[in-house]
């Protein structure tokens, strides 16, 4: 991924987490919605390609959207060989 698509995923990421996002607007309590929604899907792809551009071997990247009180988070896991 170039870093102009880097830095708009960062960019977004900002933006999003600049309001609260845990709100519900008529989806269910428990899942991911709206902002929150975009914010993980951005969250996850800008962690693909981290996890690419760093040349790790095996990675895993996920996301756990939480509750209706927080935004939720996405997390890299990864393994680079030396």
């Not at 708009?8 to 987490?17: D, G, I, P, S, V």
């Not at 969250?43 to 209706?68: H, M, N, Q, W």
């Not at 009180?69 to 896991?77: D, H, M, Q, R, T």
Request: charged share 25%.
């Amino acid at each position: 991924m170039s870093v102009q698509s880097q830095e708009k995923h960062m960019r977004t990421l900002a933006e999003l987490l600049s309001h609260d996002l845990s709100y519900i607007w008529g989806e269910r309590e428990g899942g991911p919605n709206g902002d929150k929604k975009v914010f993980l899907n951005t969250g996850k792809t800008f962690l693909r390609a981290l996890a690419k551009d760093l040349g790790l071997v095996e990675y895993k990247v996920s996301d756990c959207p939480g509750g209706i009180a927080v935004p939720g988070e996405c997390s890299l896991i990864g393994l680079r060989a030396l």
